[in-house]
């Protein structure tokens, strides 16, 4: 696989073809429209610029084979990265005829100087389950904003917050940009982004859901600051199925970050600090 890292370090982010075969496609549709099936009012409400925000883990064996997915991390190694580690996973699925998204940015340690690397502390890989297009709500991105100034981002509050969920439609933090990019993309297709990068997403004018499984990442975990593992491994452990013991848990194994260290846990912030 020959992906080009420039791409991904200069623009932000690239697309990788065809990673998703049709029968993994399938499982994944059955398995998120299940859990798409137990949502509860309020969390449609709060959560309706986002479509939904379940966090994904270990409902189904089908998640911890996507997790470790071989053509996904042949794709990071192909990027130049050598120690991915899986972090978590959100189901963001628009219902029709669902708001647009906000744009934010989601890297959350701005007050470690790695914030200022050229090379992403930490990646997200979308998988869109349906094609996407404007009128469904494929993602818009602002090319360059994981490492420049942007105005968006004097006018930005802190991403998932209350301001968010309870923004005014006619907010800025929907405006449309000069310099935004619409990113379609085609059912099967991995987005791998760096986590820094301005992004948002159109509404969905249509009348069928658009589904997404949004994958975190530490593609050089091995080469971040203690502080940054120490953060990331104290994360509750999940309560692991039984099926773990199988075939799919041994394939996660490798992929749960881990500390053994000393240092005190990075800060959560969510407001970049541009050190650029």
Known sequence: MILDREELLSSGYVIVKDVLDQPLLDELRRATDGLLAQQSADDIERYKYQGSNIAVAYQDPVFARLFALPKALDALRALGFTSPRWWSTFLLSKPPHAPPLYWHQDWWAWDDPISASPVPAQVFLMYY???????????????????RHN????????????????????????????????????AGDLLIGDARILHAAYANQTDHHRSLLTLWYFPDYDLLPDAIKAYAARKKPLDLPDWWSGEEGKLMEPLI????????PATWNRVPKLFY
């Open 151 to 186: 105005p968006l981002h004097d006018l930005l509050p802190a991403a998932h917050t209350r301001e968010t969920y309870e923004a005014n439609p006619n907010s800025v933090i929907f405006s449309s940009r000069p310099d935004e990019i619409d990113v379609p993309v085609t």
């Open 129 to 147: 389950l349906s094609d996407t297009n404007p009128g469904n709500g494929c993602l818009r991105v602002i090319p360059g904003t994981h490492c």
């Open 257 to 264: 970050p881990r500390y053994n260290g000393d240092a005190a």
